[in-house]
């Protein structure tokens, strides 16, 4: 049974930064791509970045440049390092492991808002 814990989320000024952590719990971290999503009110969920089982990256392009995702197999953690926050990096953060595209399990999110 895999579970999903994320952390790291707040309140921060225009600029700031944040860093968002997800442990994962069960067998197939090591094995699995993860990645972290971002839904803002009243829009769908989108995916921020990806890293696969081996450490390759993938950004939307809303992130490129100033969010960095990174894994420690060892301790099932996945990290999502955010700086120069934006307002419109407000939303709920989730962290999913996918299984294979179109199944995954998520977490149960964490809230990140971007205001003075």
């Known amino acids: 049974q895999v579970q999903l814990v994320e952390s790291g989320g707040g309140l921060v000024q225009p600029g700031g930064s944040l860093r968002l952590s997800c442990v994962a719990s069960?067998?197939?971290?090591?094995?699995?791509?993860m990645a972290w999503y971002r839904q803002a009110p009243g829009e769908q969920r989108e995916l921020v970045a990806y890293?696969?089982?081996?450490?390759?990256?993938n950004y939307a392009d809303s992130g490129k440049g100033r969010f960095t995702i990174s894994r420690d197999n060892a301790k099932k953690v996945v990290d999502l390092q955010m700086n120069s926050l934006k307002p419109e990096d407000t939303g709920v953060y989730y962290c999913?492991?996918?299984?294979?595209?179109?199944?995954?399990?998520w977490g149960q999110g964490t809230q990140v808002t971007v205001s003075s």
């Open positions: 999913e492991l996918i299984v294979r595209p179109g199944q995954g399990y």
């Open positions: 890293i696969t089982s081996s450490g390759n990256t």
């Open positions: 069960g067998s197939i971290f090591g094995i699995s791509t």
